[in-house]
């Protein structure tokens, strides 16, 4: 099944895609393959599901995966509760099993009749055979419900992006199905572009000084847990409603527990290193 031809990816007015990642899009769209994305928290992992469908103008299914969740939750579930439900108390014909057979996000995506962007966020969070049981479905694009004896073939091959933090390898078989890119932490002239977007309005002198603060801040090794994209814009909100200026960031960081999320990083920063810089 060859894919259908879809407009090339360029970001978003709100999603600022470097050019290797716009590449790296379109390339997945043109061979069918599911995109794996892996990169820091808040660069934009999940997101960028939205932004796809946005800019590509395609309806736009999420899969939120945890713990529990098992590969055919995404094909389809058998809701035998309500059968049994219907059964005791219902009037409607129970035998009809089609009526009780629920479509997940990617059974979704191949009944469709247009082609849609599957979001699979946070893979390793499932067990570790959850990619290796998807493994048919993606190579065929179908599946089958023994329930009914029916097999659901996609009508449209889906773009299907599939996010990762790295926290457990996934299988090999897995890997060479889908198109690989590792979302690089922005550097400061396009962070500065992704600032523009959350904060157009606030002042070239503050945006750059929190710029200076928020790398160095990054740069400092005792910090376990650096502060992200989304944090930064955070930190930049509230410093303008706290009425903070540029002059003060010079001495100051105020308004750290919006960066720093854990204890033991903030007392490092008040005990420790803090006391070896110019901060």
């Known amino acids: ?105 990617l059974g979704q995506a191949f009944r469709s009749p247009e082609r849609s962007i599957v979001l699979i966020d946070e893979i390793d969070k499932a067990d570790l055979e959850f990619p290796n049981d998807l493994l048919h479905e993606l190579d065929a694009m179908s599946f089958f419900i023994p329930e009914t004896g029916e097999t659901i073939k996609a009508v449209q091959r889906p773009i299907i992006i599939i996010t990762s933090n790295a926290e457990k390898e996934l299988p090999d078989a897995f ?7 590792y979302i690089s932490f922005p550097e400061a002239e396009e962070m500065k572009s992704i600032l523009k977007v959350h904060h157009p309005d606030v002042e070239g002198k503050l945006i750059s000084q929190c710029l200076v603060r928020f790398y160095w801040l990054r740069d400092q090794l005792e910090i376990r847990k650096k502060p992200s994209t989304s944090e930064l814009v955070d930190w930049i909100g509230a410093l303008v409603r706290g009425g903070i200026d540029a002059a003060r960031l010079e001495k100051d960081l105020p308004f750290l527990g919006v960066l720093l999320k854990k204890e033991s990083d903030l007392q490092a920063f008040r005990s420790g290193f803090r006391k070896n810089s110019r901060y």
């Open 1 to 105: 099944m060859s894919p259908q031809y879809v407009p090339s990816f360029q970001g978003t007015h709100s999603y600022i895609a470097s050019p290797e990642l716009q590449e790296i899009v379109n390339v997945a769209c043109d061979l069918g393959r599911p995109l794996l994305i892996r990169g820091e928290p808040g660069t934009g992992k999940t997101v960028l599901a939205t932004a796809v469908a946005e800019a590509l103008s395609l309806p736009l299914l999420s899969w939120h995966i945890k713990s529990s969740t098992k590969a055919q939750d995404g094909l389809y579930v058998y809701d035998t509760v309500q059968r049994l439900n219907d059964s005791r108390f219902g009037s409607g014909d129970v035998n009809d099993i089609k009526k009780y057979i629920k479509l997940g996000p």
């Open 175 to 181: 890997l060479r199905r889908c198109v690989f890119h």
